[in-house]
């Protein structure tokens, strides 16, 4: 049987996001949108434990909380686990309705949070020079909103730092934003292309996390 070929994101996809109701907009996401993210998955999941030297596992968002609010958006994650993510430093591939998004991210359900607070602070310097200029960083990931790395002064950088240290339900991420626009017009191989070039500049930060565990 021929693996099946991730072909990128298309407009409809996007659109998904407009549905209205809840349960039209979750047969939406499960017939259109999961499989695409389960092809990422398969693939990005070797291709990141090589990058991490971590047995990286794959999970799709399956929004199964959700009783009335249909989802805004949907992702997803690769984690150091089999059972789960959040708890963890983990990456995300996923969709908007306005942009695809790519990050490593430190939400606020990992025990880690405070103690990699401290060793982002300690390399500030590195990571302003390290990230580029085009990355973007948030805190919040349920929220759209983000903060382009460009904009961001090594004062603002270490407050944003300082919050996941004394903010209980404080998050980091960071990574890029690929306009709709700009996403459907990519083939499927420039799409894994750029999340390829995204999670080998996000592996420095993953780096940054397993330097915390060892320290703690």
């Known amino acids: 049987m021929a693996k099946r ?3 990128g994101f298309k407009k409809k996809d996007f659109e998904v996001f407009n549905i209205n109701g809840l349960e039209k907009r979750m047969e939406a996401l499960q017939s259109q949108i999961q499989p695409k993210f389960e092809l990422l998955g398969e693939h990005f999941s070797p291709t990141l434990s090589a990058m991490t030297g971590d047995e ?4 799709v968002a399956k929004h199964a ?3 009335i609010n249909p989802p805004k958006d949907s992702w997803v994650a690769f984690a150091n686990n089999s059972r789960g993510y959040k708890m963890l430093p983990h990456f995300q591939i996923g969709l908007w309705e306005t942009h695809v998004f790519v990050w490593f991210a430190v939400i606020y359900e990992a025990p880690l949070k405070a103690s990699f607070g ?10 302003r020079d390290e990230i580029p200029t085009d990355y973007v960083w948030s ?3 349920t ?3 983000v903060i382009k790395q460009s904009e961001l002064s090594e004062k603002q950088h270490k407050e944003l730092f300082e919050r996941l240290i004394q903010v209980k339900k404080a998050e980091i991420l960071c990574g890029i934003q690929i306009p709709k626009e700009e996403a459907i017009k990519l083939s499927g191989d420039e799409t894994i292309a750029r999340i390829q070039e995204a999670f080998q500049t996000l592996r420095e930060l993953y780096n940054l996390t397993k330097q915390t565990a060892g320290a703690s």
């Open 5 to 7: 070929k991730f072909n």
């Open 143 to 145: 929220k759209p909103e």
């Open 118 to 127: 401290e060793t982002l602070l300690k390399e500030v310097k590195k990571i």
């Open 56 to 59: 990286m596992h794959y999970h």
């Open 139 to 141: 805190k919040d990931h």
């Open 65 to 67: 909380r959700r009783t």
